[in-house]
């Protein structure tokens, strides 16, 4: 079979959308954080290969198996794998656990956690005694969506549990309690992403009592909108045959960026799905569902005047 | 734990316990099936080392785009890689479907390779199950400017996964490729190739020719 995309497609830079699975030279367990989902990348190595643990609904612990697998461990069960840390961590998002074990000498394993939006907002985390006694209270790491918060929370967790249980003993077997440790460490550069449109459709509603804003008409070119800063907000403006135009710079489809799009046929094109909105009518002409918020703008003396305190309804 | 399922039970009663990369396992999720925070696609399939993709039916499925604001952009996929697609990129599998989708949610893909000798390797997909509102688009592009031609979708958030979205999937596609105007670019006057849908079983003779160009 062949490809046949017509313009020569590039490469694009996947630094914030890939992680590996495992590294090398590092005994360390490090999160990248991919949107909505975090990817904890272990050592490589068939000796790195972890021993991990949960907790079933009837109080087992049983090992997961060594061999390749790929295993989902869900919401709010405690686990543990055991060069990653020796305390136990449940989360409000699922994990998924893949093993890859090849030749005696291939081995990667990755912990995948997330998937909606936004739920890697609380781990739980609390030590246990070999014997299955809890070790004092579960500690709620409320990180919301940065893996590096996570990582020095749970270090101030790890203080906090020796400091107040080292060199004592389990309560129920007598068993002198383990020092906690934590290898855990964020990836500082992966969990970089861009802003994505609802935050976009969130910012981009100026206040009502924002003042008029000027704009020199000779900085706008005739094929791209521009992004004018709005007090806390912002807005598009757009000149069409000599006319000036303002709106929301959020597409109303969902949240593309308008500020600086290609202005073409007197419409601006959103960059994400290409949808096309009429500058004088504010309609998408692909799907009329779809209205662009616009603003009362006017051109004086070369200047573009964008009240964006008021909407244009018609 | 893993090894002892019993497939005669219900699937939701043991699920949370089962190797999705168990044969008896990875069939049921051989289309994609909802599970917690996640909607799941598991397929074996020959993964080369070096990444090359090969399914029994579509042939090589490896090149992937996404669709950035200066028209595609190829994601290098490799093995034991995970990468993700954020949420609202149109994204496309040249010979694994025929349209570009578009997700509210990201999605997020793992590839292992061939274990050896005549061994598949395994291919994950896993996107978050949606919310209320929460859509799926299927999109056709112009090849030659990349301004929109078509497009339809589903609120797969309310409308549910399994049982719809495929239905919609495929009535997307054959209304694209109904009316020749649609394959029309009115921007630039290219004419663009026919869309067909993620199951080969069911290519109409013309939408089989498209699968084997893009």
Redesign the interface.
């Given at each position: 079979?062949?490809?046949?995309?017509?313009?020569p497609?590039?490469?694009?830079p996947?630094g914030w959308?890939?992680?590996?699975?495992?590294h090398e030279g590092d005994d360390g367990v490090i999160i990248s954080r991919?949107?909505?989902?975090w990817?904890w990348s272990f050592p490589g190595g068939l000796e790195n290969v972890p021993n991990a643990r949960e907790i079933?609904d009837d109080g087992r612990a049983?090992d997961?198996?060594t061999r390749?697998?790929?295993?989902?461990i869900?919401?709010g069960r405690e686990f543990k794998v055991d060069i990653m840390s020796n305390l136990w961590i449940s989360g409000t998002?699922?994990h998924?656990l893949?093993q890859?074990i090849?030749?005696g000498e291939l081995a990667?394993c990755?912990l995948?956690s997330?998937?909606?939006?936004r739920?890697n907002s609380v781990h739980s985390v609390r030590g246990r005694c070999e014997c299955g006694e809890p070790i004092g209270a579960a500690y709620d790491l409320d990180t919301g969506e940065d893996p590096a918060a996570f990582v020095r929370e749970l270090d101030q967790v790890v203080a906090r549990h020796n400091e107040r249980h080292g060199g004592s003993t389990c309560a129920a077997c007598g068993t002198p309690v383990a020092k906690a440790w934590s290898a855990l460490r964020a990836d500082a550069g992966a969990y970089t992403?861009?802003e994505?449109?609802r935050q976009r459709l969130r910012r981009t509603i100026p206040r009502q009592d924002t003042p008029p804003v000027h704009v020199a008409a000779s900085e706008l070119r005739d094929d791209a909108a521009a992004l004018v800063p709005v007090e806390k907000s912002e807005v598009g403006v757009a000149m069409v045959d000599g006319e000036p135009y303002a709106f929301r710079p959020a597409c109303p489809h969902?949240?593309?960026p308008l500020g600086d799009a290609t202005v073409?046929?007197g419409a601006v094109?959103c960059?994400?799905?290409?949808?096309?909105f009429d500058l004088k009518t504010g309609v998408c002409r692909?799907?009329p569902r779809y209205k662009l918020w616009r603003y009362a703008a006017e051109l004086r003396d070369g200047q573009i005047v964008v009240d964006a305190s008021k909407y244009l309804t018609d | 734990m893993i090894p002892q399922f019993n497939t005669n039970e219900k699937l939701e009663r043991i699920i949370d316990d089962w190797d999705f990369f168990e044969d008896k396992v990875i069939r049921r999720f051989s289309t994609f099936r909802e599970h917690g925070d996640n909607v799941y696609g598991v397929r074996s399939r020959s993964i080369s080392p070096e990444g090359v993709i090969v399914d029994p039916k579509k042939g090589r499925v490896n090149n992937f785009y996404q669709l950035g604001p200066s028209g595609p952009e190829e994601v290098l996929r490799r093995p034991l890689t995970p990468f993700v697609v954020p949420s609202g990129n149109p994204h496309h599998i040249p010979h694994d479907f025929g349209y570009w989708h578009v997700n509210d949610m990201d999605e997020l893909y793992v590839h292992i390779p061939n274990s050896g000798e005549g061994q598949n390797g395994y291919s994950l997909v896993c996107m978050g199950n949606p919310g209320s509102g929460e859509r799926d688009g299927f999109a056709w592009y112009c090849e030659n400017c990349w301004s929109l031609l078509f497009m339809r979708d589903y609120t797969t958030g309310d409308d549910g996964f399994t049982s719809t979205f495929w239905k919609v999937e495929r009535a997307a596609v054959e209304e694209y490729n109904s009316d020749p105007r649609n394959q029309y670019c009115g921007d630039c006057g290219h004419v663009n190739q026919l869309g067909y849908t993620w199951n080969p079983a069911k290519d109409a003779p013309e939408a089989a020719a498209a699968r084997k160009v893009w």
């Open positions: 079979m062949t490809e046949n995309l017509a313009a497609a590039k490469r694009i996947t959308i890939q992680a590996p699975m495992a991919l949107g909505g989902y990817v079933l049983p997961v198996p390749t697998s790929c295993h989902v869900p919401a998002a699922d998924i893949i890859v090849g030749d990667r990755s995948i997330g998937g909606k939006q739920r992403v861009v994505d449109g969902r949240g593309g073409k046929n094109v960059p994400w799905h290409r949808f096309t692909e799907n | -």
